[in-house]
């Protein structure tokens, strides 16, 4: 069957710094803009999606309140004895559920575990964009590249940087397209001024030479924790309920939209339209 739904994979190699976030949230943008969403949680072991989605449905089902939801899949890690055997195995569970969600979506959403597997470098594989949101501190600098931290000078790649590479690689060999790569900084706090142009700078300089291009992140808000416990986006919440939304909430939905314009921006060069009649907005 030919793939028509645009595969947006979140990932790093760094563990919590939020792609399981970011990916929730993007799916349900998708949905509230009128596009169709699978989504895939190749970090089976953590689930995180997965939960997210569940506690998403026992809200739907508490409340009897219709909210748009991805076709959802998890897919294990196998455990067999050959590496040969778990990786083709592997292989083919996610060429299945790639097969299955592109009859029903314009957009497939993964999310991959924050350490290195073969299952995820696949996923990378098939990305048509790639996003990686990265936490707002030096540390996470060198996941994109290999840094003198005492001259801030770019020594080199970074194991995920050469990874991604590969990857891009491996999909122009296979369909002759590439994979737009997006960095977005998450949980940033707007008290070290003088570290964030620093890394501001580097991020600039570093994007030109891994070729990636910067996105608008999300602040470091207790929100994002409480919304996961319900089953909620900020795309989800109303104003005219609870009492309406606090200033935090409005500014985080707001980063959300600017973040969802970047990645598919309503003008999406005709991979995936939504359906006619249905709202354009993001919320
Ligand atoms: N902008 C933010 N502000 C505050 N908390 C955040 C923010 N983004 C994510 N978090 C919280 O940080 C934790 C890790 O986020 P998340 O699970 O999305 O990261 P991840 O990259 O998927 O992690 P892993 O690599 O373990 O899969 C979660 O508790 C989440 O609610
Ligand atoms: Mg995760």
Do not use: C
Not at 117 to 145: C, G, K, Q, W
Not at 173 to 190: F, K, L, P, S, Y
Not at 206 to 234: D, M, Q
Request: aromatic residues 6%; proline residues 3%.
């Amino acid at each position: 069957m030919k793939k028509t739904a645009h595969i947006i994979v979140f990932g790093n190699e760094k563990g919590g710094s939020g792609k399981s976030t970011t990916a929730m949230h993007t799916a349900i943008a998708l949905l509230r803009m009128g596009y169709r969403v699978g989504t895939i949680d190749l970090d089976a072991r953590q689930g995180t999606l997965t939960r997210y989605l569940k506690k998403r449905f026992d809200y739907i089902t508490r409340n009897n309140e219709s909210l748009p939801s991805p076709a959802h899949m998890s897919i294990e890690r196998s455990r067999h004895e050959s590496v040969r055997q778990n990786n083709d195995e592997e292989e083919a569970f996610l060429l299945m559920a790639l097969d299955e969600l592109n009859r029903v979506s314009d957009f497939i959403v993964i999310d991959t575990p924050g350490t290195d597997s073969f299952l995820s470098r696949l996923a990378h594989s098939y990305a048509d964009t790639l996003v990686t949101p990265m936490n707002d501190s030096f540390i996470d600098l060198d996941l994109l590249a290999d840094i003198d931290m005492k001259h801030y000078e770019i020594k080199g790649s970074s194991i995920y940087s050469s990874m991604v590479n590969t990857q891009r690689k491996k999909k122009k060999a296979r369909d002759g397209t590439g994979i737009e790569w997006i960095v977005m900084r998450n949980r940033m706090t707007h008290l070290n001024t003088n570290n964030n142009k620093v890394i501001a700078d580097l991020l600039d300089t570093i994007s030109k030479r891994a070729n990636f291009r910067l996105a608008p992140g999300f602040g470091e808000r207790v929100v994002f924790k409480e919304l996961f416990l319900k089953g909620l986006t900020l795309l989800d919440l109303k104003e005219d309920q609870d009492g309406g939304l606090t200033l935090s909430q409005i500014s985080a939905r707001q980063e959300v939209r600017n973040l969802i314009v970047e990645i598919a921006p309503e003008t999406a060069k005709g991979y995936a339209k939504p359906p006619s009649g249905k709202t354009k907005n993001v919320a």
